[in-house]
């Protein structure tokens, strides 16, 4: 057995490789062979730090998924003028990331699709993650709301929802189109249905 | 090896079986020992009428889901006034289907997240039945505007697109929300927009 002289970047290097292995392959799918070749740790030190397959999935989620998320997020949805600030994110994410980042999608959103059915963990980490998406969208619109910039009636908890479920479907749909110029007018879209419900 | 009687019924048979099989694991879990087993043909049958695993997944898809998922889009969309009656079918959908139906979700959008990837023809099977649900529905819009229902301004196709987008997320909410209620608010969300777009 390899001997392990610092366990915690062990640790976290065998996180980084696994979240790559499930993002390139799915859960189910990712080998861990391949993620020990990729480490280069033994299986007994991934062993060591995890005892299963499982454990490495729900620790890959926790510990390197949400803060990527919540940062990826935080940056338009921290900003003193968040519904803008979402809509200038919109528009221009087609040009701030590659089309194989693209084709690749939201790994949480992979996540949801193949695991919520089969694992409970998985399933609540995915909704605790996309709970916490929606009321930060929707604390956006509370704060458009006391600006006097948002129209009158409109459901707060759920157009955040809403918003949320059109950013997954773009997700799928940029997972499945070849012409990704048509994932931008989709983006466009939600950018149109935001400014509808301002004044 | 079994004699096969009637090659078109076992060929059904076959096909009804691993649908279901792919519906409940996925396409890549989907296990050929299920298949033979529950459809009751034996191994050379399967492989007389498809060659692989591979074959009998694209025949799924192209003989099952996509007149599954016409049959149940065309019932709003051939509607007279398509656009209140995709309104109607979004409200009543949550009390026509079961929970498990909910978080099983269409498998047209599990296969667009597991296989578009890795699979060119599951793909492009993907994309053409989703863009005949974005032309259906820019379809119905058109209608809409011709009748005088639809406020200026709206970009059909952006728009169409959207809804789907909407569609496909509400789908991926039903797979991790344990509160199904929620996505029925998403629903009702996705037809406060359609009513925004009218007159």
């Not at 007994?44 to 926790?62: I, W």
């Not at 909704?127 to 910039?149: I, T």
């Not at 989709?186 to 419900?197: E, G, M, N, P, S």
Request: net charge negative; proline share 3%; aromatic share 10%.
């Amino acid at each position: 057995m390899q001997s392990v002289k610092d366990p915690t970047a062990t640790r976290l290097r065998i996180l980084q490789v696994a979240a790559g292995e499930i993002i390139n392959n799915g859960y189910k799918a990712a080998s861990l062979a391949n993620i020990l070749a990729n480490s280069g740790v033994s299986k007994g030190a991934l062993y060591h730090h995890f005892p299963s397959k499982l454990a490495l999935g729900h620790a890959v989620f926790e510990e390197l998924y949400v803060d990527r998320f919540q940062h990826f997020w935080g940056f338009p949805l921290e900003n003193e003028a968040p519904i803008q600030a979402l809509c200038d994110f919109f528009l221009a994410l087609p040009s701030q990331i590659t089309e194989d980042e693209m084709t690749q999608g939201c790994p949480v959103c992979s996540l949801a699709m193949e695991m919520s059915a089969e694992d409970e963990c998985f399933r609540s980490q995915v909704q605790e993650l996309f709970e916490w998406l929606c009321k930060r969208v929707q604390a956006a619109f509370v704060l458009a709301q006391q600006n006097g910039q948002l129209k009158d009636g409109v459901n707060l908890e759920a157009s955040a929802r809403f918003i949320v479920a059109s950013i997954q479907g773009v997700q799928m749909q940029a997972r499945y189109m070849e012409d990704k110029a048509k994932v931008s007018e989709t983006l466009i879209a939600v950018v149109d249905y935001l400014k509808l419900l301002m004044r």
